[in-house]
């Protein structure tokens, strides 16, 4: 039986449940597009109901007013932000709890480019949770660990989406865990596609245009090669290249489209200046309407400070980096105040995708997204350039049909 008594848009795949049940009688299972949600063995289950209130989807930030402190920021170390999605935060994040004797909970590739959120107590386990992964991570197996690493009185840095933060944060509180040494950090989310289409698309790559005695060594989804700004996957060969492919076929224009997003990311519970964690990090892309005094071209993060131990964390931390400090109108994004609009071809997507033989030839289809995706993608950059895009966002969230 489905644990949740709604829709499939109310269960965020977070494990929070499975986690918590102390009689192994919740599973999470896979759909045809690829979410895991919950069922329960009604054999084992003694009715102890703690799988529904310790479930994130119980609590609903939505609109709910807070005024963290927000800054625009770049790591002073050069290297750390070209190695980085925009300005280097999490590397000094990260740096810090290595230096506390602790260890980092985030997002990698595993060794089959599977996204899974893995442990790392070292700095080259760590520098694999560097760039964003625009894949939904397999959160399940940390709980247990990140429980006993705390109990053991280690320094832990948990990374991920809001939702996977509020629902370990909620196990931890279940389960009476003392979390004075955890700290947390968020990302303004987008969305999370299904791990089936990004393993799907790694199939393509490998059966039609890497030769078979060649391999993927490497993978980054928010390489600076070419642009910070251009938002560019590269994924390098041990002998051959693909970037001829991936210019026309890339995993980002899947991604930004939106046909793949986990159908609660259309109705997220997190979308707010309110935030589950104690940091909150996000790109930070209207550098230019803000006037700031460092260089913006190799990236740049925006950062919001929620909580007074993210504030005592980040003071620790900001004379390694430049930094400036925004209102909530220069650092405004669209989905710190509402989800991504579910577009009106999403179920005839997964139709085609989940049953053609041609998933190439469906993704290639979908990938350049709806009208109204072609139209924001053409005009952000200009509208980021000139002020407009606060003013735009706000009138497209409230446009007809803005609910999907």
């Not at 577009?343 to 085609?352: E, G, N, R, V």
Request: hydrophobic share 30%; proline share 3%; with cysteine.
């Amino acid at each position: 039986m489905f644990l949740n008594t709604k829709t499939k848009k109310d269960c965020c795949g977070c494990s929070a449940c499975s986690n918590i049940c102390s009689v192994s009688a919740i599973t999470m299972k896979e759909d045809r597009c690829g979410f895991f949600y919950p069922h329960i063995n009604n054999d084992l289950c003694v009715h102890c109901d703690r799988c529904r209130k310790v479930c994130p989807m119980n609590i609903d930030l939505t609109n709910q007013t807070a005024d963290p402190e927000i800054y625009a920021l770049r790591n002073q170390n050069s290297a750390d932000v070209k190695q980085s999605s925009s300005g280097g935060m999490f590397s000094l994040l990260a740096q810090w709890t290595l230096s506390q004797g602790g260890v980092i909970y985030g997002v990698a590739f595993d060794d089959a480019f599977r996204v899974k959120h893995l442990r790392g107590k070292t700095v080259s386990e760590v520098l694999k949770f560097r760039t964003s992964k625009y894949v939904e991570s397999d959160i399940s197996e940390v709980y247990l660990h990140i429980k006993d690493d705390l109990d053991n009185g280690l320094v832990v840095l948990l990374t991920g989406t809001p939702c996977q933060i509020s629902g370990i944060s909620r196990y931890l509180k279940f389960r009476h865990v003392c979390t004075d040494k955890l700290y947390t950090c968020d990302n303004i989310c987008h969305g999370v596609p299904s791990h089936k289409v990004w393993e799907d698309y790694l199939n393509i790559l490998k059966t039609k245009y890497i030769a078979p005695d060649d391999e993927i060594i490497s993978v980054n989804m928010r390489s600076k090669k070419v642009s910070w700004k251009e938002k560019q996957l590269d994924i390098s060969l041990k002998n051959g290249n693909i970037d001829s492919i991936i210019k026309d076929f890339s995993f980002n224009r899947i991604f930004a489209s939106l046909y793949t997003a986990r159908p609660s990311c259309f109705h997220c519970h997190y979308t707010s200046y309110r935030r589950p964690s104690d940091i909150t990090l996000g790109d930070f892309w209207t550098g230019e309407t803000a006037e700031l005094s460092f260089d913006t071209e190799q990236g740049v993060s925006e950062v919001l400070i929620n909580t007074t131990k993210g504030r005592e964390l980040f003071n620790q931390l900001k004379d390694r980096a430049d930094i400036c400090p925004l209102s909530k109108k220069q650092g405004w994004q669209p989905h710190l105040e509402y989800s991504s609009r579910q577009p009106k071809k999403y179920q005839a997507f997964w139709s085609d995708y989940t049953e053609s033989s041609d998933k190439e030839a469906v993704l290639r289809k979908y990938m350049k997204g709806s009208p109204m995706t072609r139209v924001i993608r053409l005009l952000s950059p200009v509208l980021r350039k000139t002020g407009l895009y606060n003013l735009a966002g706000k009138l497209y969230n409230v446009l007809p049909g803005k609910k999907g």
